[in-house]
Structures are given as C-alpha cells and as structure tokens.
C-alpha cells in the first residue's frame, strides 16, 4: 500500500480575517452575480426577439453571453453559500464537478472568443464571401463543435485529475476549485496529466491567442487602407471584442503565471476573470455596437 492519505473533501478558504467584513463581501459577489445574469439574459433575448440581428456576429455574441451565465453560475452561488452558511466543507466529488463545468466554460469561452475574431477577419478582410464562409447552417456547425470539443476537452481533463491521489492539505486557498489549487494538494502528479495539461494550454490558449494576433494584423492592415469614414465603422466593430479579448487572456494568464505562493494576488485575478469579465462582456458589446443599444432601447420601452 502506497503510504498517502485518500482526501474526502476540501476546506475552500476563500478569504480570511474578521468576519465582520463577510455581509460587504457577500453583497458584493451577489450584486456581481445578479446583474451579469440580467444584463447577459438581456442580450440573450434582445438577439433572440430582434431580426435585424440574426446575423453570424451577433449569434456568437449570444454564445458568448450564455457562456458568461454559466461563468458565473458555476463559482458564485457556492461562493455565496459557504458565505452565507458559514460551511467552507466541500466533498471530493462536489470539488471535482465544479472542475469538471469550469473547465468545460473556460475552454468553450476561449475557442468562442476565437471565432469570433474569425468573423471579423471575414467581415472586413473578405467581406464578399463573409455570407458563403459564414453561412447559417455554417455557423450552426462552428457552435456546435466549439461546444462539443470544449465538453471533450473537459471529460479528459477530469479523468486525468481525479485518478492523482491527493495526500497533501486539503485547504484551498481559493473560491473554487480551479487546475491550480487543486495541483497544490496531489502528491502524484502523473507525467500523462503534465503532457495533457500543456498540450490543452496550447490548443485553447496559445493557438487561439496568436491566431487572433494573426488575424488583427490582418484586419488592421485593411483596416488602414480605407477611408476616414469606412476606417471610423470597421474599427467600432473591433474595438469591442479587442477590449474583451484583452481583459479575458490578460487577466486568465496573469492568474496562472504569477508564483504559487501569491495566493492573494491569484485570488484577486481569478475574481476579475470569473465573475468581473463575465460581467462587464455584454456591457462592452452593447455600448459599442449600435444595433445592440437599439434593440436594447425598444425592449426597455417595450
């Protein structure tokens, strides 16, 4: 027998100091919480309801906005529990579920946020085959397998994790259970799950971040051959998806390059990119698209 400790559950310790200060950061997060849910459903139903926006663009703004529900939904709630409760105890499968849904999430919002730079690169650099590229029944099959292959790519990563035995404290210095913390309390870190680990690391973040970097030297180099008024337009409808794109990858990356002794500083960007980011991508998308603001304006009055 192997001389290691079969940890149960896990003792998430998401922050510490008096507890007087627990009511302000409760309210805070659910605050966050409630109005990413309606701000994100907002968008939702806007696109839904309005025909002027059945277009590829705003289909994956939809995608983008349910994935940022769930963004939340995942963290959030059982953040607001062990808040509220006072219970901090999370069971070994309770861990390895929120695991399981984030890493699906993560891995869907990153290949989104991909495509959705693809569909400006076609709209401003091939705008005369953007509707035969970006076709709906095309369109259909690009969610459908962004979907899929995130949901793939998180059943493997799980099956990989959960067979690490974990010996070492069970605390997690975190909100909830993310790759890193959960890292942190195996004792048998399998050479398969390290070449998994990386090889995921290149496929949904390195390879969508350089082709997005491609794909803007691209639309920028177009972008500046055009007219003053032409170059005013195309720019509005890239400045949204630079702006989350950079806030997302920036704060994500940062979160997970910083040293593993900076608990503080990893908890603080894991807070902007899960529930911040979520928050504010349908705001940014509605503040700089026209045709958004518009709709939104009529379901208001509606």
Not at 35 to 57: D, F
Not at 96 to 105: A, C, G, H, K
Not at 234 to 258: E, K, M, P, R
Request: charged share 10%; aromatic share 16%; hydrophobic share 50%.
């Amino acid at each position: 027998m192997k001389n290691e400790t079969s940890v149960q559950y896990f003792y998430l310790l998401p922050f510490s100091g008096e507890t007087r200060i627990k009511p302000f950061i409760t309210a805070f997060f659910f605050l966050i919480y409630v109005v990413g849910v309606l701000i994100n459903s907002s968008i939702i139903t806007v696109i839904c309801l309005e025909v002027q926006l059945h277009k590829p663009m705003y289909l994956f703004i939809c995608n983008l906005s349910i994935v940022d529900i769930f963004y939340t939904s995942v963290t959030v709630p059982k953040l607001l529990h062990m808040l509220l409760s006072g219970n901090h105890i999370v069971s070994f499968a309770q861990c390895y579920t929120q695991f399981y849904f984030f890493s699906f999430i993560a891995s869907t919002e990153g290949i989104l946020l991909f495509v959705m730079a693809y569909d400006r690169y076609v709209a401003i650099c091939l705008p005369l085959h953007y509707h035969q590229i970006l076709s709906w029944r095309n369109c259909s099959l690009i969610t459908i397998g962004i979907w899929a292959a995130a949901l793939l790519n998180s059943t493997i990563f799980v099956i990989f994790a959960v067979y690490m035995s974990s010996c070492h404290s069970n605390v997690i210095h975190q909100f909830f259970c993310d790759v890193k913390s959960l890292t942190k309390t195996n004792c048998t870190i399998t050479t398969l799950f390290l070449i998994f680990t990386n090889l995921e690391m290149v496929i949904f973040v390195f390879i969508p971040i350089m082709c997005t970097i491609v794909s803007y030297f691209q639309i920028f180099s177009i972008i500046f051959k055009m007219s003053k008024k032409s170059r005013k337009k195309a720019f509005s409808t890239c400045s949204s998806h630079v702006t989350v794109v950079s806030i997302y990858y920036g704060a994500g990356l940062v979160g997970y390059l910083i040293p593993a002794y900076s608990e503080v500083m990893d908890f603080v960007f894991n807070i902007i990119y899960t529930t911040i980011v979520p928050m504010i991508n349908p705001i940014i998308y509605s503040l700089q698209n026209s045709n958004v603001r518009a709709a939104l304006s009529w379901l208001m009055m509606e």
